[in-house]
């Protein structure tokens, strides 16, 4: 069936450190793939999303490429704050309703 | 309302009880989730909302899990004789109709159920 696996957690990191969270699918046929956050004490939020292969999706200074030959959306920055720190979760999308989650990954910047 | 708005936001209840939990997707949404989170856990599906009627209940853990949703809006989560296990943040998303593979999911803040 399908499947979406991300590394695991916690990821430590001082400020301005660069990012990469690792996240790869599996799936039939072409899912949407997403990355959503969840800050603490909030709900999750969706942060950024690719629909085909070779589209980045971008927010907040994050980018995540679809890469369909390597069935992986990783999760990058390059100068992390503070402010980042919080749980990402990766999740891909088929033609029906069911989005597939990975495990989620917490992030914790140290200043 | 302009968000996915959920209460209430903290349960604490003894186990045995009976609890509810109400989810107020966005205006117009015709699609809605429910998940339940454990504490550093990811997401486990429970039961997803077509309208009214819930196309897919496999998620729900036990027959003490029931989920309603009427009028196409509101949705209540009742968990009878509450267990210790049962102690999660169960989060409500809605969508606009659900089947578009980019659809994103509007996600509510969630509700901290903790038993006694």
């Known amino acids: 069936g399908n499947s979406v696996t991300q590394m695991e957690g916690p990821v430590t990191l001082s400020e301005e450190a660069f990012l990469t969270i690792n996240c790869t699918y599996t799936?039939?046929?072409?899912?949407?793939l997403f990355w959503y956050v969840q800050y603490p004490g909030e709900g999750l939020q969706l942060l950024l999303k690719a629909t085909k292969a070779d589209d980045k999706g971008s927010n907040k200074g994050f980018e995540a490429t679809y890469r369909k030959e390597t069935t992986s959306f990783h999760l990058e920055k390059g100068s992390v704050q503070v402010s980042d720190s919080a749980v990402y979760f990766c999740?891909?999308?088929?033609?029906?309703?069911?989005?597939?989650w990975g495990a989620g990954t917490k992030l914790i910047i140290k200043p | 309302g302009a968000g996915v708005s959920q209460s209430p936001s903290n349960k604490v209840t003894e186990k045995g009880k009976d609890v509810e939990l109400r989810c107020d997707p966005i205006s117009g949404h015709t699609a809605l989730y429910w998940y339940r989170q454990s504490l550093g856990q990811g997401l486990e599906f429970l039961i997803y909302f077509q309208g009214n009627s819930a196309p897919d209940k496999s998620g729900l853990p036990s027959d003490r899990f029931s989920a309603e949703r009427t009028g196409g809006s509101v949705s209540t989560l009742t968990i009878q004789r509450t267990q210790q296990e049962d102690s999660a943040v169960y989060l409500c998303?809605?969508?606009?109709?659900?089947?578009?593979?980019?659809?994103?999911?509007?996600f509510g803040s969630g509700t901290q159920l903790s038993v006694l």
């Open positions: 799936a039939t046929g072409y899912p949407s």
């Open positions: 999740a891909s999308k088929g033609s029906n309703y069911q989005l597939i």
């Open positions: 998303a809605s969508s606009l109709a659900g089947g578009a593979t980019n659809e994103k999911l509007f």
